[in-house]
Nanobody, 117 residues
Framework: QVQLVESGGGLVQPGGSLRLSCAAS????????MGWYRQAPGIQRELIAR???????YYAASVKGRFTISRDNDKNTVYLQMNSLKPEDTAVYYC???????????WGQGTQVTVSS
C-alpha cells in the first residue's frame, strides 16, 4: 500500500523559510505529476505548485517567485522550498502524486505551516 509521508512543517516568522518534503513509501509506478496543495481554515484546498515527470512546473500566482517545487524521481520524493513566507501562507500543506495510466491520486497526511511573529 502506498503512503505519502510529509515532513518539514512548523512555525516560522514572516520573511522566513521552510522546506517541505514528501516521500512515497511502498511500490508506486510511474508518478506522472507531483504537487503541493494547501488548505486554510474555511477555505477550499488549493493547488499551489505542481511538477511534471519531465520537470515542467506550475505555480499559483500567490506563491510564484517565492516557492520552488522540485522532485527526485529515483526517491519518489517531492520538495517545496518556501521563502519570504507571509502570514497568509499559514495553512495545512498536502502533497499529491498522480500515478499510473489512470493518474490515480495519492495524498499525504498534511503538515501544518504557521507564519507568525
Amino acid at each position: 500500500q502506498v503512503q505519502l509521508v510529509e515532513s518539514g512543517g512548523g512555525l516560522v516568522q514572516p520573511g522566513g523559510s521552510l522546506r517541505l518534503s514528501c516521500a512515497a513509501s511502498g511500490s508506486i509506478l510511474r508518478v506522472n505529476a507531483m504537487g503541493w496543495y494547501r488548505q486554510a481554515p474555511g477555505i477550499q484546498r488549493e493547488l499551489i505548485a505542481r511538477i511534471s515527470s519531465g520537470g515542467s512546473t506550475y505555480y499559483a500566482a500567490s506563491v510564484k517567485g517565492r516557492f520552488t517545487i522540485s522532485r527526485d524521481n529515483d526517491k519518489n520524493t517531492v520538495y517545496l522550498q518556501m521563502n519570504s513566507l507571509k502570514p497568509e501562507d499559514t495553512a495545512v500543506y498536502y502533497c499529491n502524486f498522480k500515478a499510473g495510466t489512470l493518474w490515480t491520486d495519492y495524498w499525504g497526511q498534511g503538515t501544518q505551516v504557521t507564519v507568525s511573529s
